[in-house]
């Protein structure tokens, strides 16, 4: 029985999205609602008779039986309900109700989850609905996890997903690539969205886990199903593939047992996935085609040079320098706060403490007060020469913390003192 529940399970987060893709490119986005219905009762369903029967012989199949049989008993109700009340209105709605064989096809998936991702992810909304539609539409989460993944309640993110769909169907948003002389500003937004998503997952605010890998590995596979799009398969798509991958090819030395955040220095490389740093590289190599260099291809690089755990002068500069050209391209205190940091590094071999005292020196100007990262950077550079501010800065971290795996980080530094 618990085996069929993890296969149901399996199946939701993989099939859920699909069919809600090709039911909404079929009835249009206006039936999104519809869609998400027909295919949530099609998995209750499954449950139900699963659980007595035990698992059909191809199970994604049934699914795909079943939604066919859903749509056809919905729209032929809703047919005989508009005859009966509102005769005008059936006979423009016609092509509703003509509900030809459903396309399960993987192609026809494919294109239906491409469209669905340019319409999610669309600037009429806020990049918080967005990546709350991209989790729920195209990623077969559940209210409960994008909840928990915003920190929020169910009845939050239920408003905020409806209030998305409402703007979706008031601005008449269709499920069509844009023409092409949008699509380039459109893929740059879905590109930021798809970026967002990773990072949520790469470093989670969620109260019981700093490394939400389903998340990521989402994120993933919605990049690389761009790739298979001329149109979309950019330098820029590349270059964040390759940015992901290099990430998540340290999954596994992030987090032991023991220790639920296992910090770059400390980790075992032996525990590094090599199969997806070689993806990285490939990707990498892909995304210098073009003259075109966006903040994914420093990024990337960056990641690069952090699959190795060589530490030298020469990979700090390398670094400082990527950094700069990224604060050009695109300012973010995070972007500033890694700069100093490698600004330390590739100045540790001056006498006199004088890099890290340039480094405090560049710090202290950001005045990031309510990033408790900020406390940390300054924590690890005063820790060498003044203990004292050293732990001071550290508890204004703890303090500003916002999980209890990040808390428990910060005390064993100040422990480490």
């Given at each position: 029985?618990?085996?069929?529940?993890?296969?149901?399970k399996?199946?939701?987060?993989?099939?859920?999205?699909k069919?809600v893709?090709?039911l909404?490119?079929?009835?249009?986005?206006?039936?999104?609602?519809?869609a998400?219905?027909?295919?949530?009762?099609?998995?209750?369903q499954?449950?139900?008779?699963w659980?007595?029967?035990?698992?059909p012989?191809?199970?994604?199949?049934?699914l795909?039986?079943?939604?066919?049989?859903?749509t056809?008993y919905?729209?032929?109700?809703?047919?005989?309900?508009d005859k009966?009340v509102?005769?005008?209105?059936a006979?423009?709605?016609?092509k509703?109700?003509?509900?030809?064989?459903?396309?399960?096809?993987?192609?026809?998936?494919?294109?239906?989850?491409?469209?669905m991702?340019f319409?999610?992810?669309?600037?009429?909304?806020?990049?918080?609905?967005?990546?709350?539609?991209?989790?729920?539409?195209?990623?077969?989460?559940?209210?409960d996890?994008?909840?928990e993944a915003?920190?929020?309640n169910?009845?939050?993110?239920?408003?905020r997903?409806?209030?998305a769909?409402?703007?979706?169907?008031?601005?008449?948003?269709?499920?069509?690539?844009?023409?092409?002389?949008?699509?380039?500003?459109?893929?740059?937004?879905?590109?930021?969205i798809?970026y967002?998503?990773?990072?949520?997952?790469?470093?989670?605010?969620?109260?019981?886990q700093?490394?939400?890998?389903?998340l990521c590995?989402?994120a993933?596979?919605?990049?690389?199903?761009?790739?298979g799009?001329?149109?979309?398969?950019?330098?820029?798509?590349?270059?964040?593939?390759?940015?992901?991958?290099?990430?998540?090819?340290r999954?596994n030395?992030?987090?032991?047992?023991?220790?639920?955040?296992?910090?770059?220095?400390?980790?075992?490389?032996?525990?590094?996935?090599?199969?997806?740093?070689?993806?990285?590289?490939?990707?990498l190599?892909?995304?210098?085609?073009?003259?075109?260099?966006?903040?994914?291809?420093?990024?990337?690089?960056?990641?690069?040079?952090?699959c190795s755990?060589?530490?030298?002068?020469?990979?700090w500069?390398?670094i400082?320098?990527?950094?700069?050209?990224l604060l050009?391209?695109?300012?973010?205190?995070?972007?500033?706060?890694?700069?100093?940091?490698a600004?330390?590094?590739?100045?540790?071999?001056?006498?006199?403490?004088?890099?890290v005292?340039?480094a405090?020196?560049?710090?202290?100007?950001?005045?990031?007060?309510?990033?408790?990262?900020?406390?940390?950077?300054l924590?690890?550079?005063?820790k060498?020469?003044?203990?004292?501010?050293?732990?001071?800065?550290?508890?204004?971290?703890?303090?500003l913390?916002?999980?209890?795996?990040e808390?428990?980080?910060?005390?064993?530094?100040?422990?480490?003192?």
């Amino acid at each position: 029985m618990e085996s069929g529940q993890e296969t149901l399970k399996q199946l939701f987060q993989q099939e859920f999205s699909k069919m809600v893709a090709v039911l909404s490119r079929k009835f249009g986005l206006q039936n999104i609602e519809t869609a998400e219905d027909i295919v949530s009762e099609t998995f209750l369903q499954a449950a139900e008779i699963w659980g007595v029967k035990g698992l059909p012989q191809n199970p994604t199949a049934w699914l795909y039986t079943v939604a066919k049989q859903k749509t056809l008993y919905q729209f032929r109700r809703n047919k005989i309900f508009d005859k009966k009340v509102i005769p005008g209105l059936a006979s423009s709605q016609e092509k509703y109700y003509e509900i030809e064989e459903l396309d399960f096809s993987r192609q026809n998936i494919n294109d239906s989850m491409m469209q669905m991702l340019f319409a999610v992810c669309t600037p009429l909304i806020g990049s918080e609905a967005q990546i709350g539609l991209a989790l729920r539409i195209l990623c077969g989460f559940g209210i409960d996890e994008i909840a928990e993944a915003f920190l929020s309640n169910k009845e939050t993110i239920n408003k905020r997903l409806f209030r998305a769909k409402e703007k979706l169907r008031t601005e008449n948003v269709t499920l069509d690539l844009p023409p092409e002389d949008e699509l380039a500003g459109r893929l740059n937004n879905v590109l930021h969205i798809i970026y967002l998503l990773f990072s949520e997952g790469y470093y989670s605010k969620t109260q019981n886990q700093i490394l939400r890998r389903d998340l990521c590995l989402e994120a993933i596979r919605l990049a690389i199903m761009l790739t298979g799009y001329e149109s979309t398969n950019r330098p820029e798509t590349n270059a964040l593939i390759a940015l992901m991958c290099f990430h998540a090819s340290r999954f596994n030395a992030r987090q032991t047992n023991e220790e639920p955040l296992v910090l770059f220095e400390k980790q075992n490389e032996e525990l590094w996935d090599k199969e997806l740093i070689y993806r990285g590289w490939h990707y990498l190599n892909l995304s210098a085609q073009g003259n075109e260099l966006s903040s994914y291809h420093l990024e990337a690089r960056i990641a690069s040079l952090h699959c190795s755990k060589e530490d030298t002068k020469e990979k700090w500069e390398e670094i400082l320098q990527l950094y700069n050209q990224l604060l050009h391209v695109n300012y973010t205190p995070g972007v500033a706060l890694n700069r100093i940091y490698a600004l330390y590094k590739a100045k540790a071999c001056l006498p006199d403490q004088r890099g890290v005292r340039e480094a405090i020196e560049e710090a202290e100007k950001l005045k990031l007060e309510s990033s408790h990262f900020y406390f940390i950077l300054l924590g690890e550079l005063y820790k060498s020469f003044d203990t004292g501010k050293a732990k001071l800065n550290f508890q204004k971290a703890y303090t500003l913390a916002k999980t209890q795996t990040e808390k428990q980080c910060i005390q064993q530094k100040i422990d480490n003192l």
